[in-house]
T-cell receptor, first 115, second 109 residues
Framework: ETGVTQTPRHLVMGMTNKKSLKCEQH?????MYWYKQSAKKPLELMFV???????ENNSVPSRFSPECPNSSHLFLHLHTLQPEDSALYLC??????????????FGAGSRLTVL | GQNIDQPTEMTATEGAIVQINCTYQ??????LFWYQQHAGEAPTFLSY??LDGLEEKGRFSSFLSRSKGYSYLLLKELQMKDSASYLC??????????WGAGTKLIIKP
């Protein structure tokens, strides 16, 4: 256990479904992140929240909608996804979002398959 | 532009030494990270270098040359459990991480 817990670990959904990914951190960190990891590709940063304010949104399609109700929880709401959205979605947290030596602690990821 | 290059896959023998290279082009460079990711698990932090030189942590060492835009991760006395992907990431002037695609390391008996 890293201190960052993601649920569900695996999710299969149709293109018309609506689902959510959940992330919870027990480290007292102030920043939380969503990353997309596809095979043999670099990690893609999707969203960053610092002190519950969204500070980064890297041109992510609107079918992905983040929510950060408090500094310990982060959600990624999914709707009308495409097959190319199938990937491992990683949540991470860090002490803060804007300093050097900003070490990320990752969750084990949610493996998403879109049919 | 900003870019990170590292080999896609490497193979090494148990008990041996392996060096995983990473080259980067990053504006406003603020340091270089290495993470380890076992299959199906979370990436975990290994090292952070911001100054030139070698930093050693047990069997793992990380080297940085800022003038050459180059880093390597050195793993000694390889064990089967070291089979994993190793992710290189540089930090830019906005403290954003630019990630490489990862190097899959296969350890053979």
């Amino acid at each position: 256990e890293t201190g960052v817990t993601q649920t569900p670990r695996h999710l299969v959904m149709g293109m018309t479904n609506k689902k959510s990914l959940k992330c919870e951190q027990h480290l007292g960190h102030n920043a939380m992140y969503w990353y997309k990891q596809s095979a043999k590709k670099p990690l893609e940063l999707m969203f960053v929240y610092s002190l519950e304010e969204r500070v980064e949104n890297n041109s992510v399609p609107s079918r992905f909608s983040p929510e950060c109700p408090n500094s310990s929880h982060l959600f990624l709401h999914l709707h009308t996804l495409q097959p190319e959205d199938s990937a491992l979605y990683l949540c991470a947290s860090s002490q803060d979002g804007s300093s050097g030596a900003n070490v990320l602690t990752f969750g084990a990821g949610s493996r998403l398959t879109v049919l | 532009g900003q870019n990170i290059d590292q080999p896609t896959e490497m193979t090494a023998t148990e008990g041996a030494i392996v060096q995983i290279n990473c080259t980067y082009q990053t504006s406003g460079f603020n340091g270089l990270f290495w993470y380890q990711q076992h299959a199906g698990e979370a990436p975990t932090f290994l090292s952070y270098n911001v100054l030139d030189g070698l930093e050693e942590k047990g069997r793992f060492s990380s080297f940085l040359s800022r003038s050459k835009g180059y880093s390597y991760l050195l793993l000694k006395e390889l064990q089967m459990k070291d089979s994993a992907s190793y992710l290189c990431a540089s930090m830019d002037s906005n403290y954003q991480l630019i990630w490489g695609a990862g190097t899959k390391l296969i350890i053979k008996p």
